[in-house]
């Protein structure tokens, strides 16, 4: 663990770059984010400071949702194993990982039928489609729920980023067309770059998942990786193509225009909220401890009284004022404990609230407020007149700039490689390797296994925007490449 | 089953009045609010007409817990059994009603410990509580989750009002003295007024619970209990008082100001949203379909052409005009469906849509617009540059008529009774029993069995605001009354 000089006990003492784990960690105590002391394995609890931002997010994503025309419903959380067991890859893919309530009451009678705690709830849903879509004006037929679901996850836990409960919102859609289908899909993309980028401020870039990496029960899938710096990727909202596949078994049917029976054709889109916002407060943080886009954050503006002795009364009077006046537009915390301004500074750093109002006695002589930004630290000494401008104006831009700041190149963190000793060298230096690659499909399957094996690394499928490169040869095989594909690390 | 007369195919063909069970699953099914055909028993489907309207409750409820100084957070749904073990009398009252996940993975591995789903989060959070508080300092301690739980639940189930799985909030809160903890009590108890009475329209009064129906655990319990007419009672939110029950198997201390350690007195409070839900379409529903209070409705205002040949461009065009306008101030449906005015209006009463405006041609010629409310049926002429006015007047006062129309009058209800002959009859005449009775600690369980028996209703407790009653003896056993109790039937 590198421990940093000078840092108050606070304040985190590891270094982002230097340990991300250990740097994680403790962010996620010192700003009380979440505990990991509920004795349930995989199982944490979320803490004020991150529920208030996580609901934010909801409410933005469900806002956008609605707009783009779903609907909300709430399905139960348990799913019957006959249901369950309707389609056949689905099974294979989360039976693994499936909690089953099997007993009842007291003296633990056993079920009837086992019940599963939803991994995802195409099982559930989809035979309510079967009783719910009769015609092709029901079409299309957009569903969205927000909700928790469980995952027996085999995988090493971190709170937000892997855990085996976790929020997400799960959107379910069924189509006339496959066109349409996949018109949905862009369209889920599409709100993914702009909840995720312009939201969020996490860069974020959509694959084309390889057939052995694709949603279980999928036609395709197309996932984003979100870009953490250093070249690891973190899968986040992932939307899929499930053609037919869900839609026979079920029986989702509509009679079309001509009186014709018809199968729908499926989507579904889980952005999982509780990840994206481990992503988030992973991806902007930084020594200091979180930075939050102003909307997102709990307290937006904190005020610190600079206490000279003689004018304590003049310096809370003026706080007062301001909190009193800034209280009903902004989410607002006066600071009136007694403890050194320094300490303040540190603790609501930490806590990554956007902006800091500092009022000493000299500034009210001056008439002036100081102001101290989060995200770059910036200084402003503002007329007291023209406070309310100034905060309207931060209050619009912050997001924006943290954005600017934060959404890498994507093309600067490539490396193209065409042999594998390059591909294992650009991996080990932190880099996204493109390559040439035989195929995304079943039969590439050993170049991939390769690929994990010998580079540590993982195809992240095709690039769904516009692809620069042409290859040859694949990569690992040296048969002819049908397909360029991005290698990388991921959390 | 009572069928109404010239009642149209989408509308609903039993009065409430005469059979209200029928009326409340043709209300549930033909506004489209819950699905029963989900294929686990007790659990159903809330469909969006519902949902759209409870999440809106949820905001209100979370907003006013907020404001009271409470912040949320979000548990595990699971909770280890050693966790649920810890507190006898808790254990007793709800380990019939518990759903254990007990194994997981395809093979449906043995868990090495039981997981409950949570029947309700003491045992799960207390524990945090003791990690969370150190000192004075940290009291009060007020913290609240939005969720769902489980409940292996034995009575019969109907969509909102009873089932195995419900959303709620639960509110948790520690003290450093039985005083604060009893001030919250009230708190509570004025929230629940302000929500049920003023925001969802449904008529409470709040009884201290005899020791035997008090919550499982707790010291005492305060709840309310819906007016639903004709006698007969529903139990709505209800807080508890604690006391140091749960602070001492739970370990949840605080050092004192005086250095002295201390355990904590605790409260906790859980309005089950989707069975208020419940007692508002209920409650407020008439033989038309739903009511609902404006902010509640997911559509507020529909509008709806009334075509005549050759007129039909510039009524539409007029719709369009008034849609245009509203749509970003209200939740406004333009319903240009091929369908007969009649038709529609059926169909938007039956969901309950408070305002509908009619637009024809012989209208747009005199410059007005014709408005029905739903709640009262009553119709206005508006001079099309008084639209704006007199919606915003609409929005304002429509909850509030609504109020006033159904707050029933609690002491007309009442009947005081000194004889158990006198009793039944009112009973069964529709009324709540006021009477004397020897005790509500457990001593008098019996007479409270005797009651059940012979009248067939429950002993809600003795009412939390002023007593005007007094009597000399138990209407029971004929011992000495120690307090005046009411008897009602129940849902």
Redesign the interface.
Known sequence: MVKKNKTPITGITVSKDEDFSAWYTEIINKAELA?I????KG??????WA??S??KMYQKYEELLDKKGH????????I?E??FMLEADHVKGF????????????E?ERLS???A?RPTSET?LY??YS??IRSYNDLPFK?YQSC?V?R?EGKMTRPFFRGR?F?WIEAHNCFATEEEAIEQVKEDMEMTYKMLQDEFCIPIIFFERPQWDKFSGAVNTYAADALMGSGKVLQLPSTHLLGQNFSKPFNVKFTDKDGEERFCYQTCYGPAISRIYGAMIAYLGDDKGLILPFDLAPIQIVIIPILIKGKEEIVMNKCREIYKKLKDIYRVKFDDLEESPGSKYYRWELKGVPLRIEVGPRDIEKKQIVTVKRHDGEKAFIKENELDKYLEDVSKKYTNELKKKTLLDFESQIEVCYEQDSAKEAIENGKIVCCGFCSIDMEAYQCAEKIEKDLGAFVRGKRVDHEKHEFATCLICGKPATCTIYIAKSY
Chains 1, 2 share one sequence.
């Open positions: 505990d002391r509920y004795n349930v199982f944490v609890v979320y803490r004020p529920t208030i996580i609901k609907l909300p419903l709430i399905m139960p959380s348990v019957p006959s249901n039976a693994p990982e499936v909690f089953w309530v099997s007993e009842a009451g007291s633990g039928e086992r019940l705690l559930a035979k309510m009783y719910w569903r928790q469980w027996y409960e929020h």
